[in-house]
């Protein structure tokens, strides 16, 4: 549907650039208005003879009209036939969607459909092996069926078992039945609060970290006002937070956050920000303040008070922890980010910040600011392991900078030669300079 | 005096069970609950066979068995491991750390029997 949404609206783009009324543009293509109206709000399905005339009258190329569809359908469809098998004749793609458009996008669906069941199943055999309230549950059940079992084999097949014996076994299995009642009892309410019985609703925690934080825009007026003690309340005002690892990641970032807005409050940080503008050297100085909580506070302000902003915290594995992205700069988890991000480059050098004007190798990309640090964790001790965690914030890009050359993931990045690849992009561009 | 088997868990009933049946067959079962000092009591009791339960608290079966073999004395003592979790990891990590039986609960009477009867005989 999306495919012929684009053509919908390319339509009545260029009629209303071309000053034309509806009604004169159906006359001319031989279509009752009503039925324009439809196709123009994306409501019919268009192809063949309707497409061509509505082209003609509107002096454009019929492949203008319908190209974003079939760029989608390209994309998917090579995406597709990189992961599957049986060869397909990719030389006669173009031939393919343009005879049989609707298999073609059959095809493209069923593919992404495919790859949300991988993931999710990922997503549930993670849960399964690493929850250690399940696999303590079961270790539970399976010691007191073990006694049980041993126990009762007893009774039944020592001959002449002496009175004594025979009651504390009696005792035993008693008291190992309730023990297992019990187990089973929580096993089972375990697996019926679990969430996932809706199949689309699976989700890790740390995606509901994301919709928590994406549902509050990043920023938390109650603890802005309340400090500390908001928190509690926030978790428990939220509808997102199904699994306990994911409410337990939250507080966390939010107790974070709290440190921050005592150090920083947003009235004097607003009132800084008008002055001095979002430049965080400037600010540390001004209020004696280190660099990595200016840069949390100004990638978690609202766009009123700060402009558009993004910030992307990772651990000192590169895992992210937290990712607010920035209009024209993707940050997505799946499948891995670029290293040449300068958050991954900081990581290296603890303490020394780091600004860099990028721009990410995509259609929709636009150049940003990049500022980054690492700091250290947790108390200071000799020889103790280096814990860190680097941040980077985000800003639209500088005027007049050449801004560098980034990534977002390597499976969907076309710069061709690249020494921070691990693995081959599935953009046509990049995979045919590598051959 | 029949032969010493010295039985490492931590469930109470189990140990119970397992002593009485191994007791009635003949054996000496002396027993220990803990992977703490699991150690201390293999060297000082010397059994001719140890049962050692993987999930014990203190030190698990794994890193006790490494113990037991990594001790020259000790090389030859015959081990039979009892376990709740019956993956092929579990048992090829076993096999790899010198095990000569690996049995997951439930088990049966019947086989705890001949399994000791079987290590110890060899």
């Known amino acids: 549907m999306s495919e012929s949404a684009i053509t919908g609206t390319r339509i009545r783009e260029r009629r209303q650039a071309l000053g034309l009324k509806q009604s004169a543009l159906a006359a001319s293509a031989g279509i009752s208005p009503s039925y324009l109206n439809l196709i123009e709000h994306n409501r019919r399905r268009i192809g063949g003879k309707i497409l061509l005339r509505l082209a003609e009258a509107l002096d454009v190329e019929p492949q203008a009209l319908s190209q974003g569809a079939e760029a989608a359908l390209i994309a998917g469809l090579r995406e597709a036939a990189g992961d599957g098998c049986g060869a397909p004749e990719l030389a006669r793609l173009e031939e393919f969607i343009g005879r049989f458009p609707g298999w073609a996008t059959l095809m493209l669906a069923q593919f992404r459909e495919g790859q949300e069941r991988a993931q999710m199943v990922q997503t549930l055999t993670d849960r399964l092996a690493h929850d250690p309230h399940l696999a303590a549950s079961i270790h539970e059940v399976i010691s007191v069926v073990t006694a049980i079992r041993s126990t009762a084999a007893i009774l039944v097949e020592t001959e002449k078992l002496e009175p004594a014996w025979q009651a504390r076994f009696h005792r035993n299995i008693n008291e190992d039945s309730q023990r297992l009642a019990e187990g089973a009892t929580s096993l089972v309410r375990y697996l019926d609060a679990a969430p996932g019985q809706e199949v689309s609703g699976v989700r890790s925690p740390q995606d509901e970290v994301d919709l928590f934080l994406e549902a509050h825009g990043f920023h938390f007026a109650t603890i802005e006002a309340g400090g500390v003690g908001a928190i509690d309340d926030l978790l428990a005002a939220s509808d997102v937070l199904s699994l306990p690892a994911s409410a337990l990641m939250v507080r966390g970032l939010l107790e974070r956050y709290a440190a921050d807005a005592a150090r920083l409050p947003l009235g004097v940080l607003v009132e800084a920000l008008a002055e001095l503008g979002p430049d965080p050297a400037a600010l540390a100085q001004r209020f004696g303040t280190d660099l990595p909580c200016i840069l949390r506070r100004l990638g978690m302000l609202p766009p009123e008070n700060v402009g558009p902003v993004g910030l992307v915290i990772v651990d000192g594995s590169g895992a992210i922890l937290l990712a607010r992205a920035i209009d024209g700069f993707s940050v997505s988890r799946m499948g891995g980010t670029c290293p040449l991000w300068p958050v991954f480059r900081v990581l290296a050098q603890p303490g020394v910040p780091l600004r860099m004007e990028l721009v990410q190798a995509s259609r929709d990309a636009r150049p940003v600011t990049a500022l980054a640090i690492t700091e250290p964790l947790g108390p200071p001790d000799f020889n103790a392991p280096p814990l860190v965690r680097a941040s980077m914030l985000l800003l639209p890009g500088a005027e007049g900078a050449e801004p560098a050359a980034v990534g977002t993931s390597c499976r969907i990045c076309p710069i061709a030669v690249c020494a921070a690849r691990r693995e081959p992009s599935i953009l046509s561009e990049a995979a045919s300079a590598e051959a | ?122």
């Not at chain 2, 999930?55 to 990594?70: A, E, H, Q, V």
């Not at chain 2, 030859?76 to 376990?83: D, E, G, H, I, R």
């Not at chain 2, 049995?103 to 009477?109: D, E, I, Y």
């Open chain 2, 1 to 122: 005096m029949g032969k010493l088997v010295l039985l490492i868990e931590d469930e109470p009933n189990i140990i119970e069970a397992i002593s009485f049946i191994l007791s009635r067959d003949g054996w000496e079962v002396k027993t220990h609950s803990n992977g703490h000092d699991a150690m201390d009591v293999v060297r000082a009791r010397r059994p001719d066979l140890v049962i050692l339960d993987v999930m014990l608290p203190g030190r698990s079966g794994f890193d006790l068995l490494g113990d037991i073999r990594g001790d020259a004395a000790l090389e030859a003592l015959p081990v039979l491991m009892l376990t709740a979790r019956g993956q092929r990891k579990d048992r090829e990590m076993a096999e790899a750390a010198g095990v000569n039986r690996y049995m997951t609960k439930p088990f049966s009477n019947a086989d705890v029997l001949e399994a000791v009867r079987d290590l110890v005989r060899e």
